[in-house]
């Protein structure tokens, strides 16, 4: 019995893996509130310089995020210094008010396209910087501190073109 069950567990961790999974990894938020100044860095190595890869932006937020949609300024730096800032937009939730991405219970994790296709194209240190960008309508200022965001990541996955 105890062999069988073994056996059952090792079959599911094997179908359970996903191989196209390069990178990953995910940082919290001060208590579920996301300072305008609280930028999430992530710097990562080691990745195939022919391969085409997606990469995403992974936030999980629960029922006190106020809004539909999310702004967020995401910067890439390369290796030799050079750098991609680009200014996104993402709704969180569907016209009736429920939230979109997966999860149980109160908190959902949205998987948002950032690049598509991208060839890393030289060995070394890449870093990513991930802010908040929210702003209340007609206000110049940005939103202080954004609750119901709970964390922010990014991952990399191996392109299938």
């Known amino acids: 019995m105890l062999r069988i069950l073994v ?6 961790f094997m179908v359970s893996c996903d ?3 390069v990178k990953t990894e995910f940082k919290g938020t001060n208590n579920g509130i996301w300072n305008k100044d609280s930028v ?7 990745l195939d310089t022919i391969q085409k890869h997606n990469m995403f ?3 999980r937020n629960d029922n006190t995020f106020p809004y539909s949609n999310l702004f967020l300024i995401a910067t890439l730096e390369y290796p030799n210094g050079e750098t991609a800032t680009d200014t996104l937009e993402y709704m969180m939730a569907d016209p009736d008010g429920t939230w ?16 598509e296709n991208i060839v890393f194209p030289s060995s070394g240190v890449y870093t990513l910087r991930i802010s908040q960008a929210m702003r209340k309508n007609g206000n110049v200022e940005g939103i202080i501190n954004l609750e ?7 991952e990399i996955v191996k392109s299938n073109e």
Request: glycine fraction near 16%; hydrophobic fraction near 45%; charge should be positive.
């Open 148 to 154: 119901g965001i709970t964390d922010v990541g990014f």
């Open 100 to 115: 979109l991405g997966k999860g149980y219970g109160s908190v959902k994790e949205n998987k948002l396209w950032y690049k």
């Open 57 to 59: 932006i992974n936030v």
């Open 19 to 21: 191989n196209s999974i």
């Open 40 to 46: 999430m860095q992530f710097n990562f190595s080691g």
């Open 7 to 12: 056996a059952f567990v090792g079959v599911v």
